[in-house]
């Protein structure tokens, strides 16, 4: 069984290194600039079109209205679901090859981009975007069962202490969750790996660690919390110490029958 408190050293002493903290504090933050920053984008420009159509039309000119913006509404969305897809899912995997590569001495900002190049790009494409999917589809099912559970409670006038049901359909969404957890990882270091392998080998690694992920996970909530209150921008600064933990922890489940001591190579 892992200990956090040597995933957690492991990951300090690759920080102190070769001024790795801050390069990979630049990554962070450079990787959350680009999404968060092209999701406003997007979102203060779908803001101002619904409210200008809105407060400028009324009721019997929205039909009108809609059926003449429709094709660049449907366009809008498509494009934003687009970059999400091939920018936003390998830009992911990307920060995971960096935190990879600086454990293993090479902390150069480019291997953030390397999921970019060509010959492997798409099928990093491919493998996230259905990590995403298979996720969203159980959150869905979720949702289902929480909506029938609920009409159940309302329709037959049952007792409220059945909402506890609601959270048990949650648990295979979480088992889903953890499931998939190192897809990243995996798809980083080896970005040629096929759909199924990289599912297989991530459900194989956690299965008796899903747990013990979430403690783990869990024990960095302080520093998050004080982060947060820094108006969130100190969060910035503790995601460089979770990356190189969770990635202590990836090579630990990696090498868990081969004696893990890895640190700094």
């Not at 007792?159 to 889903?176: D, S």
């Not at 202590?248 to 893990?260: A, P, S, T």
Request: charged share 15%.
């Amino acid at each position: 069984m892992f200990n956090r408190a040597e995933l957690k050293s492991n990951a300090k002493e690759i920080l102190r290194k070769n001024n790795t903290y801050w390069i990979s504090f630049a990554v962070c933050l450079i990787v959350s600039l680009i999404s968060q920053g092209v999701a406003l984008v997007f979102s203060d420009f779908d803001t101002s079109f619904s409210s200008g159509i809105i407060t400028n039309i009324n009721n019997e000119q929205l039909f009108q209205y809609m059926s003449l913006f429709a094709p660049f509404i449907i366009g809008f969305f498509v494009m934003r679901i687009a970059i999400d897809i091939f920018l936003f899912l390998p830009l992911s995997a990307g920060q995971k090859r960096f935190f990879i590569k600086s454990a293993q001495g090479d902390n150069s900002f480019g291997g953030v981009f390397e999921v970019f190049k060509r010959e492997h790009y798409l099928n990093v494409v491919k493998i996230m975007f259905f990590k995403y999917l298979y996720l969203f589809l159980w959150f869905m099912l979720y949702i289902l069962v929480y909506s029938g559970i609920l009409a159940l409670i309302f329709y037959f006038k049952l007792h409220t202490i059945l909402y506890f049901l609601c959270f048990f359909a949650l648990i295979p969404v979480i088992i889903k969750y953890y499931s998939y957890f190192f897809i990243e990882y995996i798809v980083a270091e080896n970005p040629q790996i096929s759909k199924k392998a990289a599912f297989e080998q991530s459900c194989n690694m956690i299965r008796e660690y899903r747990f013990k992920t979430f403690k783990l996970q869990l024990s960095f909530f302080g520093w998050l919390f004080l982060g947060a209150l820094a108006c969130g921008i100190g969060i910035l600064f503790v995601l460089p110490y979770m990356e190189a933990t969770m990635t202590q922890l990836y090579f630990y489940l990696k090498n868990k029958d081969n004696n893990y001591n890895f640190c700094y190579e």
